[in-house]
């Protein structure tokens, strides 16, 4: 039992371990984990599991021409109205001239605009087949290993369940342990605009987004299952049986072209199956190999203290309790440094889209403001971390973004200013929108200053040679 469960019962190094004694009720409670392109957000209940899958690329909506024309005739005119105190007119030929054409963003709503937003993939759904009660349950992310790891003992079976996001093969592995034989079904579900599908010991996941009567973005999840235990398919799970060992291998794909934005014509279900097949069977090979590439990231900057004795055993929320109330805990700050740091490497990678306003993680269809990319401030503060804390590469995404707003940016820029150059406001998507918003008391801030400023990265690395190429993967399993 001791060996079984060591991963859990040896004490949990307080800086680097986000601890639960509980399942999460909501999704800000769950574990995160990623290797920038896909996600998860592991809730470790024990009745029916939810494990929330996504694919930084996976938005709705499409191209659209949002810039008004005749925009630039009206800017003398406001500025004159400025510089003669009248901001109230001005203002309202401000409201009436420089905001999109159309339906820009869909006021944060865009689900089924052209704009679109960020969605969920699907969910991974972990039905245990009972309800009776359990004991000794502990959650735990480790941050330095990249691994999401839950333990419950239940009718005096010890129940272990890890998870990673694969940095060198690009796949989602889930595994589940028991000492004595279990029987779980296991199936995905997404609401909308998808078929699953199961047969034999693989979940097939493929749908459309929708790009405001047109069709949108192909997307495809495959689940391969491998267990020690009996397996039935059926027509909404995969039934297994008499189980004391479970792996679980997530592909997930789009058709976005990370390159150069828009859509390719690849067979997205093709390209799913090509992640597993190139993924090794094994677990614990494709554990060791992932969290070498990971922690060759976070292991460049660490700080270290000394730990509590006062915490030891403690949840992170009530560690977090006892310092707001003023006691000592010198690991804590360090605790969230080393948080900061994981979601950043977890939600960004070389040749991909940068971290949106989720980061990499939903679980919504029509995600808050969208999912979006907030050129005002948010998408740069996702960012502020890297340069400091040794993480420069992942800036890359970042980087590639703003240098392919320049073309839709130039647009703009005649539009509303008749001006040469490029410029981008308040918003945008994978599509490089850079139109204004559809109301100007937010949407026609200029913005394009801060991606430039993102760019001076010469400040951190010395690096005179640096180049802003695009990189993109040969061949899945390539990071």
């Not at 969920?120 to 959650?139: C, F, H, M, N």
């Not at 005649?414 to 937010?442: D, R």
Request: include cysteine.
């Amino acid at each position: 039992m001791l060996l079984f469960l060591g991963t859990l019962l040896k004490a949990q190094p307080q800086d680097v371990s986000v601890v639960f004694h509980k399942p999460a009720n909501h999704f800000t409670e769950s574990i995160p984990i990623g290797n920038g392109r896909l996600g998860a957000m592991l809730f470790g209940k024990t009745d029916v599991d939810r494990i929330v899958l996504n694919e930084i690329s996976l938005w709705s909506g499409g191209t659209q021409d949002a810039d008004d024309p005749n925009a630039n005739n009206y800017l003398k005119e406001i500025q004159k109205l400025l510089l003669e105190g009248k901001n109230l007119e001005a203002q309202a030929l401000l409201q009436q001239h420089f905001v999109a054409k159309g339906k820009g963003s869909c006021l944060g709503q865009g689900a089924n605009c052209s704009y679109g937003c960020y969605q969920v993939l699907a969910e991974l759904l972990l039905d245990w087949k009972t309800t009776s009660p359990i004991q000794d349950y502990k959650r735990v992310l480790r941050l330095d290993e990249a691994i999401a790891v839950t333990s419950f003992k239940r009718d005096n079976n010890s129940i272990e369940q890890t998870a990673f996001a694969d940095f060198k093969n690009d796949v989602i592995w889930v595994k589940i342990k028991a000492t004595s034989p279990l029987n779980l079904d296991i199936s995905l579900f997404r609401k909308e605009n998808a078929t699953i599908t199961y047969q034999n010991n693989k979940i097939s996941l493929n749908g459309v987004l929708p790009n405001d009567g047109k069709e949108g973005m192909h997307f495809a999840s495959i689940v391969d299952v491998q267990t020690d235990g009996k397996i039935e398919s059926t027509h909404k799970a995969i039934a297994i049986q008499s189980a004391k060992e479970i792996t679980l291998r997530i592909s997930a794909v789009t058709n976005y072209n990370f390159d150069k934005g828009g859509l390719s014509d690849i067979s997205v279900t093709k390209k799913a199956n090509e992640y597993l097949q190139k993924a090794p069977m094994s677990f614990d090979r494709a554990k060791a190999e992932s969290s070498i590439v990971f922690q060759g990231l976070f292991n460049r900057n660490r700080w270290y203290g000394k730990a509590n004795a006062n915490t030891e055993g403690l949840t992170t929320f009530e560690r977090l309790g006892r310092f707001y109330k003023g006691e000592q805990d010198a690991l804590l700050p360090i605790l969230y440094y080393n948080f900061g740091r994981y979601l950043l490497i977890s939600s960004s990678r070389e040749g991909l889209l940068p971290a949106n306003l989720q980061g990499l993680w939903a679980e919504e269809y029509q995600t808050p403001w969208n999912g979006d990319y907030h050129l005002n401030i948010n998408i740069q503060m996702n960012y502020w971390l890297a340069e400091p804390t040794n993480l420069s590469q992942l800036t890359e995404p970042l980087q590639r973004f703003t240098k392919n707003l320049v073309p839709n940016g130039s647009k703009t820029a005649k539009a509303y200013y008749n001006a040469n150059g490029w410029v981008a406001h308040v918003i945008s998507n994978p599509w490089f929108y850079t139109s204004p918003g559809e109301s100007a008391t937010w949407g026609s801030t200029l913005t394009e200053a801060f991606l430039v400023k993102n760019i001076c990265k010469y400040l951190f690395t010395k690096d005179k040679l640096l180049r802003v190429e695009p990189h993109v993967a040969d061949s899945p399993g390539e990071v």
